[in-house]
């Protein structure tokens, strides 16, 4: 496992953008993939995108249609959600998470990372 610690989240108005950090800690050198997850009120936690640490690679959920970008830092290992176009929908709560276990994964199930980060909240609102 790693530690995780994100930043980056707020309150931006309709339109607006953000970008998410996600830096880890502790046993890096069996780093697989980084992602990004959300959960909104009432709502179960829904996959936003991942990234492969080596080779690269990059996932998104449907929703996400060429509005973020998952990227990654590789030499200060940190990943990076980069929000455009954010609807008042996007409000969440939003939580990196880390495989260190396997190359082979299910990107959308959150039983595929062994390490969560305590989530930033992301509020869309004028």
């Known amino acids: 496992q790693v530690q995780l610690v994100e930043s980056g989240g707020g309150l931006v108005q309709p339109g607006g953008s953000l970008r998410l950090s996600c830096t880890f800690s502790?046993?890096?050198?069996?780093?697989?993939?980084m992602s990004w997850f959300r959960q909104a009120p009432g709502k179960e936690r829904e996959f936003v995108a991942g990234?492969?640490?080596?080779?690269?690679?990059?996932y998104y959920g449907d929703f996400v249609k060429g509005r973020f970008t998952i990227s990654r830092d590789n030499a200060e290992n940190t990943a990076y959600l980069q929000m455009d176009s954010l609807t008042p929908e996007d409000t969440a709560v939003y939580y990196c998470?880390?495989?260190?276990?396997?190359?082979?994964?299910?990107?959308?199930?959150?039983?595929?990372?062994?390490?969560w980060g305590q989530g930033t909240q992301v509020t869309v609102s004028s």
């Open positions: 998470a880390a495989n260190t276990r396997t190359y082979a994964l299910h990107w959308a199930s959150v039983a595929s990372y062994d390490s």
């Open positions: 502790g046993r890096t050198s069996t780093m697989y993939a």
């Open positions: 990234i492969r640490w080596a080779p690269s690679g990059r």
